[in-house]
């Protein structure tokens, strides 16, 4: 009997977050950068929902494909997971995955063909990610492609054309959604290769190559907080006058902020110990929901 608990650990709440952030985020940026009124952004939460409904059904099929792929290694890196703790079977597992698939395109083709082709992207990318014969997760340099090419460039780019088109009737690609899918690209590749770090163990006993068994863990960490960092550099630079923005104290002060707690944690950060680890992912993940709650509101 399938519980609430059990589901919730099994659609990796933490991305679930990532996904809601960034549907909402694009939501509004969309908006403010029309300089729509608040009614009309009210006017079409309809299509907001239906965008966010389809995005996290591909979120969860393509997380929970991972898991059913990943049973065995799963039992090593992450034994709380449902499918590697034995609180969830097979056949319910690929029961939900199923259903998040199919409902996932059912759901985006309600809408515009934007959320379509963003949908069948992310997903199609999923599958090559975890399926053979594929597999792209065993080859370093595709599977953080996998991550920074849905997480950075797909979702920023479809999401918004697609609110653009709902909200304007056109898509034009101005300097804010070019800038945040920049900045939003190298969190993906960060998240990539950061998530490799605690899982050593289990992919050193199957085979699978990640940068972390290649460059060790310290060295990777490093890498990860130094050009995140620099990314944001960059934008406190352009919230400090760069951008044509009202509220650029907004870059200015988030980023500033972001920035200071990514560098404080990083500092002190014990690479040797697991938990530290997985604690200072979780903290990027953190960072990564704010910049969508954040940067919109430097347009309004």
């Known amino acids: 009997m399938l519980n609430l608990p059990v589901l919730w650990r099994f659609a990796r ?9 960034s549907v909402l985020g694009l939501y509004l940026l969309a908006g403010f ?28 099929y393509i997380v929970g494909l991972n898991q059913l792929t990943d049973i065995e290694i799963d039992r090593i890196n992450k034994p709380h997971l449902p ?13 939900i995955v199923s259903v998040c698939g199919v409902g ?17 992207l992310s ?13 792209l997760k065993r080859f370093p340099l595709a599977a953080s492609a996998c991550i920074y090419c849905v997480r950075g460039l797909i979702v920023n780019l479809g999401l ?8 304007q009737a ?23 290769l950061y998530k490799d770090i605690p899982d050593m163990e289990g992919d050193r006993k199957f085979a699978i190559a990640t940068f972390s068994l290649q460059f060790g863990q310290e060295r990777i960490s490093t890498f990860c907080i130094g050009i995140l960092a620099c990314c944001y550099l960059g934008l406190i630079g352009l919230g400090s006058g760069l951008l044509p923005v009202q509220n650029g104290i907004w870059l200015l002060v988030g980023h500033v902020l972001g920035l200071g707690i990514l560098l404080g944690y990083g500092i002190r950060l014990d690479t040797t110990r697991r938990e530290a680890i997985v604690n200072y992912y979780q903290l990027i993940w953190k960072l990564f929901y704010l910049e969508y709650l954040l940067y919109p509101w430097a347009f309004f």
């Not at 709440?13 to 952030?21: C, I, V």
């Open 13 to 21: 709440p933490h991305t679930l977050y990532g996904t809601s952030a």
């Open 33 to 60: 950068v029309a300089e729509g009124s608040w009614g009309s952004l009210l006017s079409s939460l309809p299509s907001l929902l239906l965008a966010w409904g389809a995005c996290l059904a591909a979120n969860v």
């Open 83 to 95: 499918l590697a703790a034995g609180s969830l079977t097979w056949a319910q597992a690929v029961g």
């Open 104 to 120: 996932s395109v059912l759901l985006a083709a309600m809408g515009i063909p934007y959320l379509v082709l963003t949908v069948l």
């Open 123 to 135: 997903n199609g990318i999923g599958t090559a990610y975890s399926l053979p014969p594929f597999r």
């Open 160 to 167: 918004y054309s697609y609110f653009q088109q709902l909200l």
């Open 170 to 192: 056109r898509v034009e690609l101005s300097a804010p959604i070019v800038l945040l899918t920049g900045f939003m690209s190298i969190f993906g590749l960060v998240i990539a």
